[in-house]
């Protein structure tokens, strides 16, 4: 069973209009969880990093939020851009720096 | 300061070949990942190299193995290629510190390899 769930797997929203990704994970020993953008045909760019002492982190209009005791993180897009459109994917590493990936989340931001 | 690069960005092989694909990390990065990336599984982790060492090592059968050189670039080999093994590749380095999780990541471009 994968040890990273984000939901929802896809989503469809308008221009200007703002959304918020989940990812739920049972990784343990937690050590970090980042949340990466990825274009197609692209590798992964970061967007954030958070460790289990903090709760919220920004980066422009994406920010990212994380609940270490119900392991929940979530990212939220606000006044998205057709620039948007990627796949956003939830990655928790352990103490022993091994990641693991969730599914991702293909975002789809329309005129 | 340039980006992790990698070579080639596109290959095609037949079934049963084998397949070098490089990577170089940003100067003064001493941990290189690499990681498949297909539709359905989606990321997932091959192994990390650090100092010329492997220090961390994926769910992948020994068909797959890498090393790297004391200038930090490193080398993923597949060997016996099979269909299944179409894929996006991609390396990630980082300075590397105790764990590669330690440091933040950076992504190259990535190789797609297709095995017809």
């Known amino acids: 069973k994968n040890q990273v769930e984000q939901s929802p797997q896809s989503l469809i929203i308008l221009e200007g209009k703002n959304c918020t990704l989940q990812c739920n994970y049972t990784v343990s020993p937690f050590s970090n969880l980042r949340w990466y953008k990825q274009d197609t045909g692209r590798g992964p760019v970061s967007l954030t990093i958070?460790?289990?002492?903090?709760n919220t982190k920004s980066n422009g209009r994406y920010t990212a939020t994380l609940d270490a005791d119900t392991k929940q993180s979530s990212l939220h897009i606000t006044a998205s851009q057709l620039s948007d459109s990627a796949s956003y994917i939830c990655?928790?590493?352990?103490?022993?720096?091994?990641?693991?990936f969730g599914a991702g989340t293909q975002v789809v931001v329309t005129p | 300061k340039a980006g992790v690069t990698q070579t080639p960005r596109y290959l095609i092989k037949t079934r049963g070949q084998q397949v070098t694909l490089s990577c170089s990390p940003i100067s003064g990065h001493r941990s290189v990942s690499w990681y498949q990336q297909t539709p359905g599984q989606g990321l997932q982790f091959l192994f990390e190299?650090?100092?010329?060492?492997?220090?961390n090592k994926g769910n992948f059968p020994g068909r797959f193995s890498g090393r790297q050189f004391s200038n930090s670039r490193s080398e993923m080999n597949v060997s016996t290629l099979e269909l299944g093994d179409s894929a996006l590749y991609l390396c990630a380095s980082s300075f590397g510190g105790p764990t590669a999780s330690s440091y933040e990541q950076y992504f190259g471009p990535g190789t797609r390899l297709t095995v017809t």
């Open positions: 190299y650090f100092s010329e060492t492997q220090r």
């Open positions: 990655v928790v590493s352990d103490s022993w720096g091994k990641f693991q």
């Open positions: 958070m460790t289990f002492s903090e």
